[in-house]
């Protein structure tokens, strides 16, 4: 029995597909050992979202082959999609598979010779899509559903149309379906993925929307929790966000990217909206659901972004009612428009400014938490920690520590907080929510 070891890099729609790998070659009898460890066969699903994840995906195919000499090594996801021939020459890889290729990976791993092999279609071809057959999600407690793959939008930072195609959605029925599987084997909550998570329907015949597969989601009680990925601010409608107030099953909690808060940096960027019009789905998400859990995306140095359009955007952002940002400092990625963009902000002064951002987001992020002192929250147990302790997620993403066990894992119990951290609340379990 071959020994076959998997890691992931990148976004939770990667780690769906590498889940969905990892049941794919246990179910060809393939033995799945931690990629820490000694293995026939190395899988790295990859990213390419910036230089940094490039070459973290380099680094780990090098560390792989140092590790075990004579081991097979197997490069997938997008920067192989992008970078093909490149990893074609890294010693030790046998094997280089494009995104639609990772879905036949147990065929084509045993198809495995001396020499390297590359199998990438052109991606942009591909006009459907079907959720990787995934029946279990080991060691989670939460599961994730890829249900849209690709993106039409082409910012022009971005290198994902290009390593992902065009928006396609799984089929409505697929969707529900699988859902429901992932509530029979037990998951209390399901992560709703995808690349535009927002474009989810407008593909389908007939065409259709988010709204309406979350609309069908809660009537059938299919899942207990359902949370969204990130979602674009102009894919936030009016009916949406009154269906999100009402709704008993969608987690109070959403990542909307930003990018920037200077109007002419979004118009570079070809994002379709203005500071005001992002502010205004802000306040209105609160205005429903106050104890909503908002992150954003930004990216730190965009080209031609001077100091006083960076103080600005900061103030913007500053002045948002959100709980955290996710920080990415600007990555020319060779093929999109901002890459050939003159005026390149200097590398240092763009990671003086990403930390700057994540300043304030550590500062957001404990204010937000503040909030919740003295109050009830409802937590899905995922893991102990340490003696008599366990961890777990609230509906609106607050990670929760208090006195527990073992046997409270994967069930959702009303905990009131008492501590606030950097990063956790803490707090005891409540017998009855009033």
Same mark, same amino acid.
């Given at each position: 029995?071959?020994?076959?070891?998997?890691?992931?890099?990148?976004?939770?729609?990667?780690?769906?597909?590498?889940?969905?790998?990892?049941?794919?070659?246990?179910?060809?009898?393939?033995?799945?050992?931690?990629?820490?460890?000694?293995?026939?066969?190395?899988?790295?699903?990859?990213?390419?979202?910036?230089?940094?994840?490039?070459?973290?995906?380099?680094?780990?195919?090098?560390?792989?082959?140092?590790?075990?000499?004579?081991?097979?090594?197997?490069?997938?996801?997008?920067?192989?999609?992008?970078?093909? !021939?490149?990893?074609?020459?890294?010693?030790?890889?046998?094997?280089?598979?494009?995104?639609?290729?990772?879905?036949?990976?147990?065929?084509?791993?045993?198809?495995?010779?001396?020499?390297?092999?590359?199998?990438?279609s052109d991606i942009s071809r591909e006009r459907t899509t079907g959720a990787m057959a995934l029946e279990s999600f080991a060691e989670h407690t939460r599961?994730?559903?890829?249900?849209?793959?690709?993106?039409?939008?082409?910012?022009?930072?971005?290198?994902?149309?290009?390593?992902?195609?065009?928006?396609?959605?799984?089929?409505?029925?697929?969707?529900?379906?699988?859902? +429901?599987?992932?509530?029979?084997?037990?998951?209390?909550?399901?992560?709703?993925?995808?690349?535009?998570?927002?474009?989810?329907?407008?593909?389908?015949?007939?065409?259709?929307?988010?709204?309406?597969?979350?609309?069908?989601?809660?009537?059938?009680?299919?899942?207990?929790?359902?949370?969204?990925?990130?979602? !674009?601010?102009?894919?936030?409608?009016?009916?949406?966000?009154?269906?999100?107030?009402? +709704?008993?099953?969608?987690?109070?909690?959403?990542?909307?990217?930003?990018?920037?808060?200077?109007?002419?940096?979004?118009?570079?960027?070809?994002?379709?909206?203005?500071?005001?019009?992002?502010?205004?789905?802000?306040?209105?998400?609160?205005?429903?659901?106050?104890?909503?859990?908002?992150?954003?995306?930004?990216?730190?140095?965009?080209?031609?972004?001077?100091?006083?359009?960076?103080?600005?955007?900061?103030?913007?952002?500053? +002045?948002?009612?959100?709980?955290?940002?996710?920080?990415?400092?600007?990555?020319?990625?060779?093929?999109?428009?901002?890459?050939?963009?003159?005026?390149?902000?200097?590398?240092?002064?763009?990671?003086?400014?990403?930390?700057?951002?994540?300043?304030?987001?550590?500062?957001?992020?404990?204010?937000?938490?503040?909030?919740?002192?003295?109050?009830?929250?409802?937590?899905?147990?995922?893991?102990?920690?340490?003696?008599?302790?366990?961890?777990?997620?609230?509906?609106?993403?607050?990670?929760?520590?208090?006195?527990?066990?073992?046997?409270?894992?994967?069930?959702?119990?009303?905990?009131?907080?008492?501590?606030?951290?950097?990063?956790?609340?803490?707090?005891?379990?409540?017998?009855?929510?009033?």
């Amino acid at each position: 029995m071959q020994r076959i070891a998997i890691t992931t890099l990148g976004c939770k729609t990667n780690q769906y597909e590498s889940a969905a790998m990892t049941e794919s070659l246990g179910r060809e009898g393939f033995q799945l050992v931690p990629f820490e460890g000694a293995a026939d066969i190395y899988i790295i699903n990859t990213c390419t979202v910036t230089a940094r994840t490039d070459a973290e995906s380099r680094r780990l195919i090098r560390r792989a082959a140092k590790r075990q000499p004579g081991a097979k090594i197997v490069v997938t996801g997008c920067y192989a999609q992008l970078a093909y !021939e490149k990893l074609r020459e890294m010693p030790g890889v046998s094997l280089v598979l494009g995104n639609t290729e990772k879905r036949g990976i147990a065929d084509l791993v045993r198809e495995i010779g001396e020499e390297t092999r590359v199998e990438v279609s052109d991606i942009s071809r591909e006009r459907t899509t079907g959720a990787m057959a995934l029946e279990s999600f080991a060691e989670h407690t939460r599961a994730f559903l890829q249900i849209q793959n690709g993106c039409d939008s082409f910012c022009s930072y971005c290198i994902v149309p290009h390593v992902r195609g065009r928006s396609r959605s799984v089929p409505f029925a697929e969707a529900l379906s699988a859902i +429901s599987l992932f509530s029979a084997r037990g998951f209390r909550e399901v992560v709703l993925t995808g690349i535009h998570l927002g474009g989810y329907g407008l593909d389908l015949e007939p065409p259709g929307e988010l709204l309406d597969l979350l609309l069908a989601i809660e009537d059938g009680r299919t899942v207990e929790r359902l949370r969204l990925g990130s979602i !674009e601010p102009t894919e936030i409608s009016t009916p949406l966000v009154s269906f999100l107030a009402a +709704s008993q099953t969608v987690c109070s909690h959403l990542h909307i990217p930003l990018q920037s808060g200077h109007d002419r940096i979004l118009e570079r960027m070809n994002r379709r909206y203005t500071t005001s019009r992002f502010r205004e789905v802000i306040e209105a998400l609160l205005a429903a659901i106050p104890e909503i859990c908002i992150g954003c995306d930004v990216i730190a140095g965009f080209p031609g972004e001077t100091e006083g359009e960076f103080e600005e955007s900061f103030r913007f952002i500053e +002045s948002l009612p959100i709980a955290y940002l996710h920080v990415f400092p600007f990555s020319p990625r060779p093929g999109t428009a901002a890459a050939v963009m003159p005026d390149r902000v200097p590398g240092e002064e763009i990671r003086r400014r990403a930390e700057l951002l994540r300043r304030l987001s550590e500062r957001k992020r404990e204010a937000y938490y503040r909030r919740f002192l003295g109050s009830e929250l409802l937590v899905l147990v995922q893991e102990t920690e340490g003696e008599g302790m366990v961890k777990g997620l609230s509906r609106n993403y607050i990670p929760v520590l208090f006195p527990g066990d073992r046997d409270m894992i994967n069930v959702e119990v009303p905990v009131r907080i008492t501590g606030v951290g950097k990063k956790q609340l803490s707090g005891e379990l409540f017998a009855q929510m009033p």
